[in-house]
């Protein structure tokens, strides 16, 4: 059932999308000549007005056709001054802006929904070890239940739960391996790890090892984390959720930027991650479902805002450069080549997302849960 919850998220999402952008095109006075969600032959529909609506065969996403998106397109005789290269470029842009402009507000509207009336979890996650990576150093020697009191003498005492797990991540990560990192090899120096057990101090040398998943050293050790969550402000709710938004566009900035780095790319989903991830963010209750459709709907927006074609960025980025241009169109061939660069580069990146997410499924998993 959990995937049928999924796929009608993923259908939200694009129909909230392509409404954003059959709003604005109306409301601006363009001609919009079919409004369908997926791709593919047509399974059903139905015409009002001038718009014919419905669904089709092949569920990859959904489209909105405004005619004249094309300069070269015939519009039906009478309708010539309706065409979206007859308008102004502001309401071009605002146009194709409209659909990702949904997805983000949608996105800060689910979070604050999420954090207002769910609360927030307190935080009160244990240096306590819950689980350890199989065939990794800790898996040899730490049990489940022990306490992590120091890491290379460092114990941080006055500090949360929670910060003390971060600062013994970054004790970890001061453990290199020798050369380019790659994934499973050890570090040249084991670290030196104190925890509590049955009442005692025991110390253990454990060898930290990198992940290509995770982009860093590891110790091998999954923590005890109490899920506790408190009711929290209206405002709280607000900045959190903000804060949450703004990471997730910094880190997507910085996977496109360094788009071409090894490690950068093993970040890119597909579909197929994203859905899956989502059917495990489902199983763990209704919070981590929603919190998973606001950052997916977050991401849909700051994706289709990249500069290039097909996306929405592409036709905002050339609507941009007309106006420069003293308003004088950019040529169509000009636009058709760019259209292939673009389609070239979003095939790329699905191609990129699939072959992450297979290493993924076949390896050990999304791990959504920790």
């Known amino acids: 059932m959990s995937w049928v919850y999924v796929f009608l998220g993923f259908c939200a999402l694009i129909l909230l999308h392509e409404a954003g952008h059959f709003v604005a095109a109306k409301k601006t006075g363009m001609r ?193 984390v109490n899920n506790h969550w408190v009711p929290i402000s209206t405002g709280e709710a607000a900045n959190h959720s903000l804060d949450l938004m703004g990471e997730v566009v910094s880190k997507t900035g910085s996977v496109f930027a360094h788009i071409f780095e090894a490690e950068k790319r093993k970040e890119i989903s597909s579909v197929v991650g994203i859905s899956d991830v989502g059917h495990e963010a489902v199983n763990n209750g209704w919070r981590d479902a929603f919190l998973i459709l606001a950052l997916v709907s977050l991401s849909l927006g700051l994706i289709n805002l990249v500069p290039i074609l097909p996306l929405d960025g592409g036709h905002i980025f050339w609507a941009i450069v007309e106006k420069i241009r003293g308003g004088k169109p950019v040529s169509i061939k000009v636009m058709e080549r760019a259209t292939i660069i673009g389609f070239a580069l979003v095939l790329m990146l699905m191609v990129i997302g699939v072959s992450n997410d297979i290493g993924r499924i076949t390896g050990e998993g999304f791990n959504v849960s920790k």
């Open 32 to 224: 919009v000549e079919s409004f369908f969600l997926f791709f593919g032959p047509t399974l059903w529909s139905f015409k009002r007005g001038e718009t014919e609506y419905g669904v089709k065969c092949i569920p990859l996403g959904g489209y909105v056709k405004i005619n004249g998106m094309n300069p070269e397109e015939e519009m039906p005789p009478g309708e010539e001054h309706r065409a979206y290269y007859k308008q102004k470029v502001w309401k071009r842009i605002v146009v194709a802006a409209a659909g990702p402009a949904v997805n983000i507000v949608l996105a800060f509207v689910i979070l604050f929904l999420v954090f207002g009336i769910g609360g927030l979890n307190d935080g009160s996650a244990k240096p306590v070890v819950g689980e350890t990576t199989p065939n990794s150093g800790a898996a040899a020697v730490l049990k489940d239940g022990d306490r992590i009191v120091a890491v290379d003498g460092h114990s941080y005492k006055g500090l949360t739960g929670a910060e003390r797990i971060d600062k013994f991540g970054e004790d970890i990560r001061s453990h290199k391996c020798e050369g380019k990192p790659t994934n499973g090899c050890s570090a040249t120096t084991a670290a030196e790890v104190t925890v509590l057990r049955d009442g005692q101090e025991k110390t253990f040398q454990i060898t930290p090892h990198y992940s290509d998943e995770a982009g860093r050293m590891l110790l091998g050790v999954g923590w005890e």
